[in-house]
């Protein structure tokens, strides 16, 4: 199995994870739907792939849900249909909850968990109509347990998981893959662009994204576990062990975190 001539859609492609997998995938000869809200940066992901006659760009906005299936409608018209919908666009969040906007909890909330829905609802039918196609999530190991900071992020990835798991049930019959996808700390803007309390910009690049995995190893370690079509994919460092001692030695990770430095 390969992505020769297969279509993706990448939300969150102008920069970061996203743009480290249009490359890939461009490379591995995909035909490419790139997205994010900035036309300049994709134009740039677009011109530094290796045949940029396959990439189209469609800037969206996840907070903008009620366009969101007018943009799908716009994907799907260009190459037929859609094999594979990265659904990557994402933003993080660094405050307590006591310093936490409301309206901050909710844009993380609108950007991580909602838009993220309502472009897979309109992508799904044109696959269940072919019976075919594979959605892979962008979630994090902050959707298998949360630390300090990141309360909402935690929740918009952790609603991620439940929202997804229960449709992988619903379509497997349909030959429809979900793949959900847990990065620890990969070297990117994400913690610059994370939202602060009052929505300002974090603009800080925090320790562990600083000395974390480089976007492009970890697109090249993610792209044979999508053709493997596993169900949940954890790639990183040291912390990926979270995920495990989460499960078996809930209380021995809390000591943990409460003594590690988490900016
Ligand atoms: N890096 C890590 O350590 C890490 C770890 C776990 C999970 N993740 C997840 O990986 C995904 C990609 O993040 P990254 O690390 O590559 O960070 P990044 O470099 O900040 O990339 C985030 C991407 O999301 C797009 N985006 C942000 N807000 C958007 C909005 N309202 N509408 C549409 N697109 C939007 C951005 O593009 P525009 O600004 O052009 O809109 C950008 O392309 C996110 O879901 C993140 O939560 C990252």
Redesign the pocket.
């Known amino acids: 199995m390969s992505f020769q001539d297969k279509i993706a859609w990448i939300?969150?492609?102008?920069?970061?994870?996203?743009?480290?997998l249009a490359y890939k995938l461009n490379n591995q000869g995909a035909k490419l739907i790139i997205?994010?809200?900035?036309r300049e940066?994709?134009e740039e992901v677009k011109q530094k792939c290796k045949n940029p006659a396959n990439v189209h760009i469609i800037?969206?906005?996840?907070?903008?849900t009620d366009q969101l299936a007018a943009k799908a409608e716009e994907a799907l018209n260009i190459f037929g249909h859609i094999d594979y919908l990265f659904?990557?666009?994402?933003?993080?969040q660094r405050s307590e909850v006591t310093d936490t906007k409301m309206e901050v909890i909710r844009r993380v909330m609108?950007?991580?968990f909602f838009?993220t829905v309502e472009l897979t609802k309109a992508v799904l039918p044109s696959m269940i109509e072919r019976q075919s196609g594979h959605i892979v999530v962008?979630?994090?190991?902050?959707?298998k347990f949360g630390t300090r900071l990141r309360s909402s992020?935690a929740a918009s990835?952790h609603a991620l998981h439940g929202y997804f798991d229960s449709l992988r049930q619903e379509v497997f019959d349909d030959n429809i893959k979900v793949s959900l996808?847990?990065?620890?700390?990969?070297?990117?803007?994400?913690?610059?662009?994370?939202l602060e309390g009052d929505g300002s910009k974090h603009n800080k690049m925090?320790k562990?994204?600083q000395n974390?995995?480089p976007?492009d190893e970890?697109a090249k370690k993610l792209i044979p576990k999508i053709l493997k079509e596993k169900e949940e994919i954890y790639i990183?460092g040291k912390e990926i062990w979270g995920v495990y001692l989460k499960r078996l030695f809930p209380r021995l990770l809390n000591k943990m975190l409460r003594n590690t430095e988490v900016t």
Do not use: H, W
């Open positions: 939300t969150g492609a102008s920069s970061g994870i996203g743009e480290a997205s994010s809200r900035r940066a994709l800037t969206l906005d996840l907070v903008q659904n990557n666009g994402g933003i993080s609108e950007i991580n838009g962008t979630s994090s190991v902050m959707g992020y990835k996808v847990c990065p620890g700390f990969i070297k990117t803007n994400v913690t610059k662009n994370a925090g562990g994204q974390g995995m976007a970890f990183g």
